[in-house]
């Protein structure tokens, strides 16, 4: 076995990046922040024990810049870099980079990044690993008329999707023949412009599905286990918004079946490290592959709290070449997490950053929050507006949700907007009490108005 690492390098800011601080720093390990100019403040500077300042607030000038976060390797001697979620967590060419440089990067190889990212070739994958995946071939598609054809052959509804999309960017539902055109060349602009990379493929469109997602880890030899599902189908236009486990949807006999295709999914590119396989579910609870995220996500708290493991532990623990044991893992109890964002809930979500002048944090037996933030921080404008992670954990789905009403009546924040009320809005609704939504749920919603 490979001796454990003495530097980690976080090539972070925020939550993940004081999440990973922790860990670290109970696992013995030396920690080295970076920021940008606009994060001085940032709890994740204060606690890890060395920060190199790397650039100006935009995130290509520091948190994507692979050179600055090299020379902030070199200087420091980092001989592992955690890429947390986002940021550059699922660039193959940063991680190759780090491997050639002798640095570990804690996740995936390159080229199992590349296989994920480009998602014709995760769908061809798939299917050659026996994973249902959504009917359609996964071929790039020629031309408009290339489509059209192939749109009637499966029947309409269709979905296009970009092969270096995810996540919902250069995507278009096509309910009938005279709707091609113009969701075609949509579609591949937006494609081009954020990815650099037009390509098209076509799947027959799943109607309000639920989007529930399987959690799997690999190791170095060989070995992947899934550990069970996160439900995250209460979503606003492909943001998540609360995810939950067990999902109030699944059974006994489905959890086996997503569970052994996760496990397939990750055999078939012999996977190192925590990942995701997202599933779309059908009211008949047929699955099928969306993607796969090769990184650790913003929701793996939920999995956390009920399989009762750290996944950030797990993670640099197999990035050091420690092998999994025979265990297998179950749910035990029910875990809901809620993103607190600073943003306006009744005007469109719409940004709110600023000074937080007021800031109490939910306690008590069940409830776990993860956030870098404090009373007189400074929300900057220029990241994500994830400010918090409200997590509890109960017996029971039911009294989940009491504890996450009761938990959220006493989160304060002061001096901007949250979702705080959304999501007391939420866990009143009877729908969502019921377990009755899917993707599309939240989107019918009539939402308080605007104050
Ligand atoms: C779909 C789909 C229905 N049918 N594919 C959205 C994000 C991207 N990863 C894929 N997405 C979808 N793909 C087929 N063939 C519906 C969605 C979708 C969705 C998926 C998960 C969570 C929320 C969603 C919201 C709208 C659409």
């Given amino acids: 076995m490979a001796e454990k690492f003495k530097k980690i390098l976080i090539a972070n800011r925020g939550e993940i990046a004081l999440r990973i601080i922790r860990t670290a720093r109970e696992m013995g390990i030396k920690t080295v922040a970076i920021y940008s100019t606009a994060d001085r403040e940032s709890l994740h500077v204060r606690f890890a024990d060395e920060a190199v300042c790397i650039g100006p607030p935009s995130s290509t000038d520091s948190y994507l810049s692979i050179p600055k976060i090299m020379a902030a390797v070199e200087i420091t001697n980092a001989d592992a870099v955690h890429p947390g979620y986002g940021f550059l967590s699922e660039n193959a060419d940063f991680a190759e980079i780090c491997t050639e440089y002798g640095v570990k990067f804690i996740g995936p190889r390159p080229e199992q990044i590349r296989q994920m990212g480009d998602k014709i070739t995760a769908k061809d994958t798939m299917i ?44 278009r539902i096509i309910n009938k023949p005279d709707e091609f055109q113009k969701a075609w060349d949509s579609a591949r602009a937006e494609a081009k412009a954020a990815f650099g990379n037009d390509g098209m493929y076509m799947e027959k469109y799943i109607v309000e599905p639920r989007h529930i997602e399987i959690q799997i880890i690999g190791d170095q030899f060989g070995r992947v286990i899934h550990l069970s599902e996160r439900d995250c189908s209460v979503q606003r236009r492909h943001q998540k918004l609360v995810e939950e486990c067990p999902s109030p949807f699944m059974t006994d006999e489905l959890r086996q079946a997503m569970g052994e295709a996760a496990i397939k999914a990750g055999e078939a590119i012999n996977y190192e490290g925590v990942g995701t396989v997202e599933f779309l579910v059908d009211a008949e609870r047929n699955f099928y592959f969306m993607e796969m995220n090769t990184r650790i996500q913003v929701e793996h708290p939920v999995t956390e709290e009920v399989i009762d493991h750290d996944l950030i532990k797990e993670q640099i623990k197999i990035a050091y070449g420690e092998r ?7 749910p035990k109890g029910h875990a809901i997490e809620c993103r607190i964002n600073a943003e306006d809930p009744w005007n469109n979500f719409r940004p709110s950053p600023g000074k937080i002048t007021s800031f109490h944090s939910s306690k008590g037996h069940g409830v776990r929050v993860d956030t870098h933030v404090y009373a007189g921080y400074t929300i900057p404008p220029y990241y994500d507006s994830m400010i918090a992670k409200l997590i509890v954990r109960a017996p029971t789905r039911e009294e989940a949700i009491t504890k996450m009403e009761r938990a959220l009546n006493e989160f304060i924040i002061e001096g901007v907007k949250t979702t705080v009320p959304f999501h007391q809005w939420l866990m009143k609704q009877q729908d969502f009490r019921d377990g009755n939504f899917d993707t599309g749920w939240l989107g019918q919603q009539k939402l308080p108005e605007g104050k």
């Fill in 324 to 330: 999994l044991g025979e265990d297998n893992y179950y």
């Fill in 128 to 171: 050659k690993a026996k994973v249902p995946v959504v009917p359609g071939d996964g071929e790039l598609l020629k031309s408009v008329a290339d489509g059209l054809e192939q749109a009637k052959k499966m029947g309409y509804p269709v979905i296009i999707k970009a092969t270096a999309g995810g996540g919902g960017k250069g995507m």
